[in-house]
């Protein structure tokens, strides 16, 4: 292993010691070194904000800065912690009567968790009560692979890779009645998605939320994970839809966005601004995944 990706390991073992309250101190500090760091980072940052709450507000802006800061910088608590500790740290669960009554009723669960507030704790939130399977792609960094795999694959938290074998995963579990977790709001590879409206700008959007909602049986249920201040915890949340799917592939994407929209706005300032929602799809990635989630539809 090179020596820099040692020094990472060593470097999340060391942090994840650490209690959460000083992380996430540290993390706001970190958060604006950053900002100052990288101008294309803070411009986007600033833009990406600006747009979706239609002005620039400073005081959310800020707080925005720092939050992205901490949600780093806690990911060795909620990777590397024992499991009940970390389900220990959300503090107050609000909706679960949501899941009960899809399990009372033999639907499976399809679990929408935008990057919004500590979206990390929510799948180990559920598999601490019920088996959840979460759609998984390994780190730019490979070092660290083996931390993420360690924290999320423990429990009754069960991963599948995003490409066509990991896609039948998912669709299978559904069909057995059971959840499956994943993230709508990271920009798809070409071949992945649909132009849909996102802050009412134009945002390459992956379509296999809205494909995996169309699943027979189904129920979908948005969740996040609000951060509180001083290290305190967090609030685990479960919401309903707003807005019910149509079935029409490109309007239940659109709808889809409208809903991560709406999470959003509860909480402007933990969502991670700074990541680059309206960039073009990547061209010539070897991703099975792209068959699967946008050209095949799964079976229903």
């Not at 806690?74 to 909706?95: K, M, N, Q």
């Not at 057995?176 to 709001?185: C, K, N, W």
């Not at 601004?273 to 989630?293: F, I, L, T, V």
Request: net charge positive.
């Amino acid at each position: 292993m090179p020596v820099a990706d040692v020094l990472l390991d060593l470097l999340f073992r060391l942090l994840s010691r650490l209690p959460l309250s000083w992380l996430h101190r540290l993390g706001g500090g970190m958060g604006w070194l950053a900002y100052w760091a990288s101008p294309s980072y803070a411009r986007r940052l600033r833009a990406n904000l600006a747009n979706a709450l239609g002005r620039d507000d400073d005081a959310v802006r800020r707080a925005a800065i720092a939050e992205a800061g901490r949600q780093a910088l806690e990911l060795p608590f909620i990777w590397l912690r024992p499991a009940p500790e970390v389900v220990a740290a959300a503090v107050r669960t609000e909706g679960w009567e949501l899941v009960e009554q899809a399990r009372a009723e033999g639907a499976g669960i399809l679990f929408i968790t935008p990057h919004l507030g500590c979206f990390e704790i929510t799948a180990q939130c559920i598999a601490a009560q019920i088996p959840i399977t979460v759609l998984y792609r390994p780190p730019r960094k490979a070092a660290l692979q083996p931390l993420m795999e360690a924290g999320r694959a423990r429990g009754r938290m069960r991963t599948a890779p995003a490409d066509v074998s990991g896609v039948r995963r998912l669709v299978k579990t559904l069909r057995s009645h059971e959840a499956v977790g994943m993230l709508p709001d990271q920009v798809p590879g070409a071949g992945e998605g649909v132009w849909a409206p996102f802050f009412g700008k134009p945002a390459w959007t992956m379509t296999l939320a809205a494909r995996l909602a169309a699943v027979k049986g189904v129920r979908v249920i948005y969740t996040w994970a609000e951060r509180l201040p001083r290290g305190e915890g967090y609030v685990f949340r479960l919401q309903a839809p707003a807005e019910a799917l149509s079935g029409e592939l490109e309007a239940d994407v659109a709808t889809i966005n409208r809903e991560v929209e709406r999470l959003i706005l509860q909480c402007p300032q933990q969502y991670l601004w700074g990541y680059n929602r309206y960039k073009q799809p990547r061209k010539g990635r070897e991703d099975e995944a792209a068959g699967a989630s946008a050209g095949q539809e799964p079976p229903r």
